[in-house]
């Protein structure tokens, strides 16, 4: 079974960079047919889906967030991480990353996925 595990700062200045890190174990982030994503949620709003890499390393990414999102793999850590750029207080969330067996875009339906991370808490203020 996957398991994820976010980790990173809890805590950004506005127009910083946001870096996160999730762990995978229980599979090997490089090989198929394995997607992992990137979710987040605002508080009091809804889950927002912001970008997916492959097993192969392709991305694909938000319209809304794609010019401030990186996403990408450390294969040697089993690890994918998110950069999101140039963040202001509008960026806090709970920031997920999700595991699923085929290439979601845009949705954030849980049971669309096989495995969620617990979730990291990341506030943007100076």
């Known amino acids: 079974q996957v398991q994820l595990q976010e980790s990173g700062p809890g805590l950004v200045k506005p127009s910083q960079t946001l870096s996160l890190s999730c762990t995978v174990s229980g599979a090997s982030i490089a090989t198929g047919f394995y997607y992992w994503g990137w979710i987040r949620q605002p508080p009091g709003k809804g889950l927002e889906w912001m970008g997916v890499i492959s097993y192969s390393g392709s991305t694909y990414y938000s319209p809304h967030l794609k010019i401030r999102t990186s996403i990408a793999r450390e294969t040697s850590k089993n690890q994918f991480t998110l950069q999101l750029l140039s963040v202001t207080p509008e960026d806090t969330a709970v920031y997920y990353c999700?595991?699923?067996?085929?290439?979601?875009?845009?949705?954030?339906?849980?049971?669309?996925?096989?495995?969620w991370g617990q979730g990291t808490q990341v506030t943007v203020s100076s």
């Open positions: 999700a595991e699923s067996k085929k290439l979601i875009l845009r949705e954030t339906d849980k049971n669309l996925y096989e495995s």
